[in-house]
């Protein structure tokens, strides 16, 4: 088993039966034939970027990824002689662009966090492949339920298993899942620099699949109910979600993911005040930088996930003082939507 000739469990920093079993559901999830396990969802991007680059290498990615993901492309490849481009995640003529220069690696987001831009997944998908490029997506937001990347020609897919998977925000946990090629050095990768996901969390969150579908319909469902009673309040300016008829990408949304997701993104005149008042009106959601939980959760971007980024970088991305994003629990919509309601309505 040490010199890789029979399967077999001999150190879990690498391999147990209750990640393996993980993986395995992970796989049949997202009709993908191999996958690893981290701790985290952004032990998932670093291991990835870290396995696959190497100094001269060229990564092209959308310039909405997550905060954290883009201090790496930013701040630490760029340490090891890897150079990156960032791409607005609408600018069809600069992907082209980027892509046909043949870098190493494309890295993309759909929906975006937290814009919830999209990028059209077979358009990039034969970009990619007809350049001969690693092609990577992060499906956090959509989760196996919602969309499958490989079906567009993806390589890898990454998840913070921490936010939809789990479910409860109880454990953190990351998958990447592809082809055998790519996704065995990033095991080699893991294997040596151990940023293994335990046991015990990987219960945890194989557990948690068996009610992934469920409680994404539920999710999805709140979330369109929310944000078409949110598009009918003169106090919110402007509310972003992929299913409403007024998203740009309304009929890309409908073509390759099987619902809208459980995020919606609302914003608010551009004054942080503003934004915080109406936060501590409500009284249902948590207020926390996480998400997917079964609970409604509340967060301000500009101050939370994206307060690393300079300004411009998050105007440039959809992110403003008076942006926030929602995620949308299990609660009764009911409960949800009064909760909202009053928080708007409440005296200033």
Same mark, same amino acid.
């Given at each position: ?102 870098? $190493?690696? *494309?890295?993309?987001?759909?929906? %975006?966090? @937290?814009?919830? !831009? #999209? ?118 300016? $402007?509310? *972003?979600?992929?299913?409403?008829? %007024?998203? @740009?990408?309304? !009929? #890309? ?96």
């Amino acid at each position: 088993m040490f010199a890789g000739e029979g399967e077999g469990d001999i150190y879990s920093r690498f391999t147990n039966p209750n990640t393996t079993e993980l993986i395995e559901r992970m796989n049949a999830l997202e009709r993908t034939e191999a996958g690893v396990a981290t701790a985290s969802g952004m032990a998932a991007v670093f291991s990835t970027l870290a396995t696959h680059l190497d100094a001269g290498d060229h990564l092209v990615a959308c310039s909405s990824l997550f905060g954290n993901s883009l201090y790496i492309i930013e701040q630490i490849l760029p340490k090891w002689g890897i150079r990156y481009t960032l791409v607005d995640i609408h600018d069809h003529d600069h992907w082209e662009k980027a892509i046909a220069k043949k870098p $190493k690696m *494309v890295l993309i987001e759909t929906p %975006s966090n @937290p814009g919830l !831009d #999209l990028i059209d997944l077979e358009w990039m998908g034969e970009l990619c492949m007809r350049s001969g490029v690693m092609f990577c997506v992060d499906n956090c937001f959509a989760t196996p339920i919602l969309q499958k990347p490989i079906d567009y020609g993806a390589d890898l897919i990454i998840h913070s298993a921490t936010k939809w998977i789990d479910g409860q925000g109880r454990v953190l946990g990351g998958l990447v899942q592809g082809t055998k090629t790519y996704v065995q050095p990033i095991f080699d990768f893991l294997r040596r620099t151990g940023a293994c996901l335990s046991p015990f969390n990987a219960w945890i969150l194989s557990k948690s699949l068996e009610t992934l579908e469920v409680r994404m319909e539920r999710h999805c469902s709140n979330a369109l109910q929310l944000a078409s009673f949110l598009e009918s309040q003169s106090e919110v300016r $402007k509310v *972003v979600y992929p299913f409403l008829e %007024s998203h @740009p990408q309304h !009929d #890309l949304a409908h073509r390759q993911m099987t619902m809208g997701g459980g995020i919606i993104t609302i914003h608010f005149t551009n004054v942080k005040q503003v934004a915080f008042e109406f936060i501590n009106r409500l009284r249902l959601p948590s207020l926390t930088a996480n998400l997917g939980d079964s609970r409604t959760i509340i967060t301000h971007p500009a101050t939370t996930t994206h307060s690393k980024l300079s300004e411009e970088q998050r105007s440039q991305i959809g992110i403003h003082d008076g942006t926030i994003r929602i995620s949308v629990g299990l609660e009764h919509i009911d409960d949800i939507i009064a909760d909202f309601g009053q928080a708007l309505s409440s005296p200033r």
